[in-house]
């Protein structure tokens, strides 16, 4: 693990190097494997050269008739954009059942994830959920338990929702030191999606909740049984019972067809494949070690519960999967904002490792617990960055150093890191991860 933090002046000046390897698989990952395939499968042949397909002449895909209706009944992104892809790093866990798979943040725009897009975790895979066999029970401390269908639960009233979704894992491999080389690795635990649903308090007024019940347990129907405790307060304010994403049926990689969403929350509390809720008084113990998200603190204690995303930001572009790589001159710098308390207030964004900062602009609807997008032109004289971002929610609360976060958090944890991320920008426009205190 490098171990590379140091001060805004040692780095700019350093020579570190990037990891030529590392990006070589971000950039070129996809592309050697379905490119062609895909490109065949639409009909778009390669241009011959790219010269002859360039004004003023007359491109080949001008000159013919394309593909027609229902060529892809389920459309797909265009085969140039193959790379654009979900990645693991298989260093991280024994298998891929129970493992991760990381959002490619770096090529995205606006603020809402696409749902192929969106990262995975799962403790046991994906279970095939037959949405006709599949039930949710309410039981525990309330007046009728029911045993829902999902036509049932569609009678209830909807509404829908954009919210992010974040593993609070986010970014736990930077704790000792910078170590991923790339956006979709160091923060690529992250989506946001549109979910429509059924409010979870309107479930529990139909089944008539016990005065003294403070706490739900939520459980999935994967081979784990992943499951968790809920407070009573975030299940009567605005947690929901999803059954849809982005204006479909929610994917099998996120619940389908049915998961709790706890809007700014752990993504761990929103349990997928959504088959038991029960009411209860107190928090149930959590029952698998892999499935303990507690925070270990420098005095060797820890928190029990950390339920709420703090306030935390990007620069997806440039980053190591996006360099300056057209020479000096106007760029547009953007990244994500987001927290789990409200909503983006604003961003700054530093060129010179936070010694100094400047005003971002807020590009994207602004809306508590989701993505917010933001950006800010560079005019690039070639000379080395070191670019951040700092973002500040509306209770005020401003994103921290590494510093700051390591006087309170020392550097045992996993989770729950939102420290402001460094790129260093090199003269050659390639760009590294790199720390600074
Ligand atoms: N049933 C079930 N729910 C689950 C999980 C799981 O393994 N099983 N993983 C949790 C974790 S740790 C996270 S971060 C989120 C991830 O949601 P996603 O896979 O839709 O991105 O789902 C949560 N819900
Ligand atoms: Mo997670």
């Known amino acids: 693990m490098k171990d590379n933090k140091q001060k805004p002046r040692e780095l700019l000046n350093s020579k570190a190097t990037v990891t030529p390897m590392a990006r070589r698989q971000v950039l070129l990952g996809g592309l050697g494997l379905m490119g062609g395939a895909a490109a065949g499968a639409l009909g778009l042949t390669p241009a011959l050269s790219a010269a002859s397909n360039l004004p003023p002449n007359i491109p080949e895909w001008t000159r013919v008739l394309g593909p027609g209706v229902l060529t892809n009944p389920y459309g797909q992104p265009s085969p140039f954009e193959a790379n654009v892809q979900r990645r693991t790093v ?30 995975e975790r799962y403790h046991a895979g994906i279970p095939a959920v037959d949405p006709h066999q599949h039930r949710l029970m309410i039981h525990g401390m309330v007046d009728r338990p029911i045993s829902l269908t999902m036509s049932d639960l569609m009678r209830f009233p909807s509404t829908s929702r954009i919210a992010f979704l974040e593993c609070p894992a986010n970014g736990g491999m930077e704790w000792r030191g910078a170590q991923m080389d790339g956006v979709q690795f160091t923060h690529g635990m992250l989506a946001c999606c549109e979910w429509t649903g059924v409010l979870l308090s309107t479930l529990l007024a139909e089944v008539g909740v016990n005065k003294k019940a403070s706490w739900i347990l939520a459980e999935g129907a994967d081979g784990a049984h992943m499951s968790r405790s809920i407070p009573m307060s975030k299940a009567m304010d605005d947690a929901l019972i ?30 997928k494949w959504l088959r038991r809720l029960e009411v209860g008084d107190q928090p ?28 935390n930001s990007v620069i997806t572009s ?31 964004v530093s060129y010179d490792g936070g010694v100094s900062f400047r005003e971002a602009k807020i590009t994207s609807i602004v809306l508590p617990s989701a993505l917010t997008r933001f ?22 609360y401003v994103q921290p150093t590494y510093q700051q976060l390591r006087d309170v958090r020392g550097t045992n944890s996993i989770y729950h890191k939102n420290a402001i991320h460094t790129w260093k920008v090199f003269a050659t426009g390639e760009v590294a991860n790199v720390q600074l205190s």
């Open 375 to 396: 950006g800010i032109e560079l005019d690039w004289d070639g000379s080395p960055l070191l670019l951040q971002s700092r973002a500040v929610d509306e209770t005020g």
């Open 242 to 271: 999803v059954y849809a994403q982005n204006g479909e049926a929610l994917r099998p990689e996120q619940g389908y067809p049915v998961r709790l969403i706890n809007p700014g929350w752990e993504g761990n509390t929103c349990v």
């Open 318 to 348: 440039p980053s190591p999967e996006k360099p300056l790589n057209q020479g000096k001159g106007k760029y547009w710098v953007e990244g994500l904002a987001w927290s789990g308390r409200g909503k983006i207030k604003h961003v700054d």
């Open 90 to 119: 298989d260093w991280l866990t024994p298998d891929r059942i129970a493992s991760i798979s990381f959002t490619p943040l770096a090529d995205l725009k606006g603020i809402i994830t696409p749902s192929g897009l969106v990262f």
């Open 284 to 311: 149930w113990y959590q029952r698998e070690e892999t499935s303990k998200y507690t925070d270990l603190m420098p005095d060797g204690k820890s928190r029990e519960f950390t339920f709420v995303q703090e306030c």
